[in-house]
């Protein structure tokens, strides 16, 4: 029976996960799920071009169809969504990303949020990473439905993908990203966050980072462009800040990037 004491009571106790953190950086296969053409890199570029450096596949997934948020109104779709192309072309080729697959859902529109997981599930499938990376979907302060719906999608797809029973949505991907293989996936990673638990030093890639979201001009104005990379520089420099203040870095880190790290297996019940 619950006494006054029980309800007054709100010293709440964090409960940690008892799944052990994976190595990320021991990733072979990595499958970026993103909302927009230029979130991954945004957030996690420099990463993103780490585990190019060190000899791993990276497949981009793209939900929507990024025209809302093209800055030049007067073009056609059709030419805006040519631009788009070539700017992720440009910036994957920077990064080293080997492939993109575009689901061309309506940009800030309103779409079904199971119907992506379910194609999110199909290139899963195929892909078999070892690797998840997408957007925080608890994020609290994220108002945009295009981020934390994509986000959910990719976490749920990337535990659901692995029970045979839930059907998914065919998605054709190009021959040479389907794995003949089954593989365990590893680890699934969350950028765009307010609880990160991984740190990455990112001082060696950091200016490729930056060339490879300066790519993006469809959806800045030069001078949104200029504050964007001084701002995602000095984030950078705020992030390491913060990651040798916990220990997570070493001290001659200029610039980091940090995610909300987790196994699969503490994205549900089993924590
Ligand atoms: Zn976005």
Request: proline letters at 4%; aromatic letters at 6%; charged letters at 20%.
């Amino acid at each position: 029976m619950l006494t006054i004491n029980n309800i007054a009571n709100n010293d709440f106790v964090n409960i940690p996960s008892l799944v052990p953190i994976p190595d990320i950086m021991q990733s072979k296969r990595i499958l970026a799920i993103q909302a927009h053409y230029d979130d991954t890199d945004i957030s996690v570029g420099g990463l993103i071009s780490l585990f190019t450096l060190q000899g791993a596949e990276i497949l981009y997934v793209t939900a929507t169809d990024d025209l809302a948020g093209v800055v030049d109104l007067d073009q056609s779709k059709e030419k805006a969504a040519l631009a788009l192309d070539e700017e992720s072309q440009r910036a994957m080729e920077i990064l080293g990303v080997s492939g993109l697959i575009k689901l061309g859902l309506p940009d800030a529109g309103d779409w079904d949020i199971h119907e992506l997981r379910k194609s999110l599930m199909s290139v899963i499938r195929q892909y078999q990473p070892d690797c998840v990376l997408t957007l925080d979907p608890w994020l609290g302060t994220e108002a945009h439905s295009d981020h934390y719906k994509s986000g959910f999608a990719a976490v749920e797809a990337s535990i659901l993908s692995y029970v045979p029973g839930v059907e998914d949505t065919h998605v054709t991907i190009p021959d040479k990203f389907i794995s003949s293989e089954q593989r365990d996936l590893i680890s699934v990673g969350m950028f765009t966050t307010s609880e990160a638990n991984c740190f990455i030093d990112i001082t060696e890639v950091l200016d490729q980072k930056l060339l490879a979201v300066s790519s993006y001009n469809s959806q800045f104005s030069p001078e949104d462009m200029k504050n964007l990379l001084g701002n995602l520089k000095a984030r950078a420099k705020h992030i390491a800040n913060l990651g040798k203040s916990a220990g997570k870095l070493s001290n001659d880190t200029e610039y980091a990037e940090c995610i909300k790290l987790l196994s699969p297996r503490a994205l549900h019940a089993a924590r």
